[in-house]
């Protein structure tokens, strides 16, 4: 295990996943399968330590996996790192993420299923974006976001 995370770390790709973690989201484990999916640098699960491992599929283990109590300390991680916050929701004036400027480096930021990010959150974000919907729901499941997000960020870059 140790040699595969060694080689999976000389390949992963600049950007970081986030996700807050208030009410024990059960989309938390496959975000952290398609990280791993996509070769995202870490996850970042903010809030409630506890999460769903079972939508993982075991790849929890090798993609690294990152705890913040808050927002506040998350954003300050990312300050530090000098990472810019790209917040996914679409609320206010977000950015169809197909014609948003996407850093290469940057932590793409999703909020659970129902609420979405908090006020918190999105204000801490140097940009917003959201997926281009057509039918009559208001949202697709936050897992499913969280994919195409990382999709559209490897066609870029990867």
């Not at 600049?14 to 791993?36: K, L, T």
């Not at 999703?110 to 959201?130: C, R």
């Amino acid at each position: 295990m140790d040699a595969i995370i060694a080689d999976l770390d000389t390949q992963r790709h600049p950007f970081h996943v986030a996700i807050e973690n208030w009410q024990h989201d059960m989309n938390i484990g496959s975000i952290v399968r398609s990280a791993n999916a996509f070769l995202a640098d870490t996850v970042h699960i903010i809030g409630r330590r506890r999460w769903n491992r079972r939508g993982a599929m075991v790849t929890d283990r090798y993609q690294h996996v990152v705890h913040h109590p808050d927002v506040e300390t998350f954003t300050a991680w990312a300050a530090e790192a000098g990472i810019p916050i790209i917040a996914v929701d679409n609320v206010g004036e977000a950015v169809p993420v197909d014609r948003a400027d996407l850093p290469e480096r940057c932590v793409l930021l999703f909020g659970q299923e129902g609420p979405g990010l908090s006020e918190e959150a999105l204000s801490s974000a140097s940009g917003h974006v959201e997926i281009t919907q057509y039918g009559s729901t208001r949202s697709i499941n936050a897992s499913a976001a969280a994919a195409v997000v990382m999709y559209e960020w490897c066609r870029r870059y990867a």
